[in-house]
């Protein structure tokens, strides 16, 4: 599973985060950004610390073709056709805010809306592991 946005510095890395603390190491998790930031996003790894995840040692990697095929899933979260198609590779887009320069309040909001989006894809493994 690979989640992707465009500067790995927020959406992926707080889905990323989330699906790890949930997937309990049965699911190989990777994020990656088209155009990778500096850094992570402070307000994202605050919001992500405010409820027991920290992603404060993650830091922005550019996505390759590479890291696409070495995923079954890959989830774009905001970069359009930049993405590379890899044949066997299901993709998947969520339309997720992006929390760069935004207050706190609106980084909350959107790690919720990917906290949701996780779960069900955590249930949705779950009711069909081989999928």
Request: net charge negative; with cysteine; proline share 6%.
């Amino acid at each position: 599973m690979i989640f992707v946005c465009v500067h790995n510095a927020g959406r992926s890395q707080m889905a990323a985060g989330l699906l790890r603390a949930s997937g309990d190491g049965q699911i190989q998790v990777r994020s990656a950004g088209t155009a990778p930031g500096e850094r992570v996003n402070p307000m994202a790894v605050q919001a992500m610390r405010e409820i027991g995840i920290d992603i404060s040692d993650a830091s922005p990697s550019r996505l390759t073709t590479e890291d696409v095929a070495a995923a079954d899933v890959c989830i774009t979260m905001g970069c359009g056709d930049s993405c590379p198609l890899v044949p066997g590779t299901e993709y998947r887009d969520w339309a997720v805010d992006d929390p760069s320069g935004q207050p706190i309040e609106v980084v909350r909001r959107v790690r919720d809306d990917i906290a949701e989006r996780v779960e069900g894809l955590v249930a949705e493994l779950a009711a069909d592991p081989t999928g």
